[in-house]
């Protein structure tokens, strides 16, 4: 019974369109923006990577489950920061509907 409601949630999110954010939609909301307004609303990044041409990507990851499940879900969030801190792409990995 709980796995039938379970189903029935997950179908009515995807037919109102609640859909994992892709690439486009992250960088949509956050390109152009800079990088303090992003650490105010997601916290500090997990990690940071120097790139090629004064880039770098401030990374960001959520787990979610239970450690013992077979599969857990989780976002992986980079937004690609130039030299004076203006976030100008972005990129999402994710395997969950509840990544932001």
């Known amino acids: 019974m709980l796995f039938r409601a379970f189903v029935v ?7 109102t369109g609640c859909a994992t954010p892709t ?5 949509a909301k956050w390109k ?7 650490v105010q609303v997601l916290g500090p990044p997990q ?18 489950g239970s450690a013992n499940a077979a599969v857990r879900g989780y976002c992986r969030t980079g ?6 801190g203006t976030i100008v792409a972005a990129s999402q990995v994710s395997r969950s509907l509840l990544c932001k």
């Open 32 to 38: 152009g923006k800079n990088i303090t307004e992003a």
């Open 9 to 15: 949630a997950i179908i009515a999110a995807a037919a």
């Open 79 to 84: 937004l690609h920061v130039d030299h004076k």
């Open 47 to 64: 990690s940071t990577m120097p790139m090629p041409d004064n880039i770098t990507i401030y990374t960001w990851e959520e787990q979610f």
């Open 23 to 27: 690439s486009e939609s992250v960088a």
